[in-house]
C-alpha cells in the first residue's frame, strides 16, 4: 500500500477548481458532491492507515508532555478511558492513581522500585527457572514477563500471544498468560515477542481499529476495502468525504442522507432488512385454517376450503371462516359475508393489506432511486465518451464541461429524492408534509427530464439547443433540491414534522 | 501433536502422580493412548457432599494448541449436578472456557472440577432441571445425588425407597437409567414419572 502526504488534506468545504481538472484524467471523478450545501463547513479530515498511527502516537504524546508515565502505560491508560484525554486527565488527577492503574490493569509505573520483581509461581532451580507453561527448566535469559512477576519462557509468550491475537482477535486487551493475572500485555512487548510479520501485522490492525472505534471523533470509511478514516473536530450528522470518494454521514456512517434523519434512516434499513415485510406479506395474503392454524394462500377456485393438512382436512368458507356446512349450497357466495365477525376480519385484512401498499409503495421508489445511483459510474464514463467526442467536433474543453456538472446534479438530486421516500414513509400528514410532497413531485420530475436530456444522442446540429436545455434543467433542479432541502430542515428547526410509528 | 503439546503433558501426568492429592487418592490421572492426547481423569468426592465416597471418571481431550487453549472434559460417570448434564456429562466451568489460562495445569482443573463438586453454581446451570431442584428442594437434590453416587460412582449410601420405585418402573418395562432420570427429574413423583414416560 502506497500512503502519502497528498491523502491527508483539510477540506474547507469549497468548490476547489482542481477537483474539476482532474476529472479530465479520471473516469471516477464523480465524487464531487456538494459539501457545503447548507449552513457552516464542517471540518474534517481524511486519516490513511499510517495517519492514525501517527495519530494515536501523538495522543500518547500528548499525554506524556504532562504525565510523566511510560508511554506504554499511557496507551492502556488512554484505550480504559476510550482515548479520552481529558478523562483520563482528570481522573489521574482527581481520584486514587493507584486504583486508577488498578481499573485500567496495569501496574503504577511509579510503585515499580518499591515492589521489586518478585517471581510468583516459578520455582527457581540452582540459577535456573521453570516456565510455566511448557515445564521447561530454562536459564533467566531464556525467560521473560510483566512487571506483574509472571515469567514464561520465550517460545512460550509467542504461542500465547500468536493464539490470542490470530485465534481470538483480541488486540489492546492480551493479559499477562498467568491465571487470574488481570496485567495487559503492552504493544511494545508484544512486537518485541511475536516473531511471525502476519501476526504482528495482524496485531497493528486490531490496535488501531480498536483506536478507531473506540474513539468517537473519528469513523471508519464504510466503502469497501477502503482503509482510510475521517477524524473531526465534533460529532455531527455531516457529510464527509473521503479520499476514496466515499461520502457518508459522520454520525451514522450510512450514505449521506439529506433530509432524512440517522435515527429515522435507521429505522427504515432496519424495516428493510428484517423479515418484518414477509410476514407482512402473509397477513396480507393468508389466513389461517380455523381449525389446525395452518397458514393457507388461496390462488383460485371458490370459497370452500378444505384444509389440506393431513390430519386436519377442516371445511371451511373463505370469506367467514366459519364452517362450510351452513353455507349450504350457495358455493359461491358467502351469504354471512355481512356479519359483524367477518367484517372485523375483512377490516383487519384490509389495514393491513394497505399498510404493505403504502410500505411498498414507498420502498420502490427508494430502492428505484438507489438503483439510478449505481449507474452513476456507467453514466460517468458514457458522459465523458461524449465530452471526448464532442471536443473533436471544435468545441473546447470548457464548452463540454457543463455534461460533468449536470451528471453531478443528477446523483445528488437522485440521492436527496432516495431519502426523502425514507422521510415521507415516517411522515404524518400536516399542511407543511404537503408542501414537502409537492417539492419532492417538482423536483422528481424534473431530475427524470434532466435524466432523459442525458441519454439523448448529441449531435453537431442539436448541441446548442441540448446545451442550453440540459443547462436550464440542471439549475433548475438544483435549485429545486436546496429549496426542497431547505424546507425540511427549516421543519426541523421549528418543529414541523410529525412522525407516525409504522 | 505440537511440540509444546506433547512436552506439557509428558510433564504435567508425572506433575499429577507426583502430587500429595494423588497419595490422598484425590485425583489420579491415567493415558488412553500413546500420544497423550487423550486422558482419562479420577476425582473422588468431595467430603460432607454427597457426592462423598463416590469416585468420578472423566474424559479429557488435549487440542493440538494446548495450553494456549484448554482441555477438554467431561465427565464420563453418571452424576447429579447443576453444572454437569445428567444425560452428556458436559461440564459448564469458566476456566474450561474463556477463563482457562496457559499456566494451568491437569491437576488445577481436576481440582477445580472437585471444587465445583463442593459448591454448586445454580445460576449458571449446565443442567436446568438439576438446578431447578437444587434451588426448591435442596434436601431432595442432596437425597438424588447421593443416590446416583452410590449407583453410578460406587458411593456407600443405599436409598431403599429410590431403589423400589426404580423397580416398579422396571416391572412396567422401563429401562433402569430411563426410569431414575425420569423420577430424579419429578423428586421421585411416581405417578408424575410414569405420566412422562408413558406420555412421549
Sequence with gaps: MNFEEEYMYEDSGNETSGDDVDFGVEADGCSHTNIQAYEEEYQFEVLSTEAIVQHMIDCIRDVNTVVQIPSTTTRILLNYFNWDKEKLMERYYDGNQDDLFKEAHVINPFKKQTTPTKIKSSKKLSGTEECDICFMVLPPAEMTGLECGHRFCYQCWNEYLTTKVMEEGVGQTIACAAHNCPILVDDQTVMRLVKDNRVRFKYQHLITNSFVECNRLLRWCPSPDCTYAVKVTYVDSRPVQCTCGHTFCFACGENWHDPVRCTILRRWIKKCDDDSETSNWIAANTKECPKCNATIEKDGGCNHMICKNQSCKADFCWVCLGPWEPHGSSWYNCNRFDEDEAKAARNAQEKSRAKLQRYLFYCNRYMNHMQSLRFEHKLYRSIKDKMEEMQQHNMSWIEVQFLKKAVDILCECRQALMYTYVFAFYLKKTNQSVIFEDNQKDLETATEMLSEYLERDITQENLIDIKQKVQDKYRYCDGRRKALLEHVHEGYEKDWWQYSET | ?200
Design chain 2, 1 to 200: 501433536m505440537a511440540n509444546i503439546a506433547t512436552q506439557r503433558i509428558k510433564r504435567e501426568f508425572k506433575e499429577v502422580i507426583k502430587s500429595e492429592e494423588v497419595a490422598k487418592c484425590a485425583i489420579r490421572v491415567q493415558l488412553v493412548d500413546d500420544n497423550y492426547t487423550e486422558l482419562k481423569g479420577e476425582i473422588a468426592g468431595p467430603p460432607d457432599t454427597p457426592y462423598e465416597g463416590g469416585n468420578f471418571v472423566l474424559e479429557i481431550k488435549v487440542p493440538e494448541t494446548y495450553p494456549f487453549n484448554p482441555p477438554k472434559v467431561r465427565f464420563i460417570t453418571k452424576i447429579w449436578h447443576p453444572n454437569i448434564s445428567s444425560v452428556t456429562g458436559a461440564i459448564c466451568l469458566d476456566i474450561l472456557k474463556d477463563q482457562w489460562a496457559a499456566a494451568m495445569t491437569l491437576r488445577t482443573v481436576l481440582l477445580s472440577l472437585q471444587a465445583l463438586l463442593s459448591s454448586a453454581e445454580p445460576d449458571d446451570p449446565q443442567d436446568a432441571v438439576v438446578a431447578k431442584q437444587y434451588k426448591d428442594k435442596l434436601d431432595m437434590f442432596e437425597k438424588t445425588a447421593r443416590h446416583w453416587t452410590h449407583v453410578y460412582a460406587g458411593g456407600p449410601c443405599y436409598n431403599q425407597e429410590f431403589a423400589d420405585k426404580i423397580k416398579r418402573l422396571e416391572d412396567m418395562g422401563v429401562e433402569e437409567n430411563q426410569a431414575r432420570v425420569a423420577l430424579s427429574s419429578y423428586n421421585w413423583d411416581l405417578e408424575r414419572a410414569t405420566e412422562q414416560l408413558f406420555s412421549s
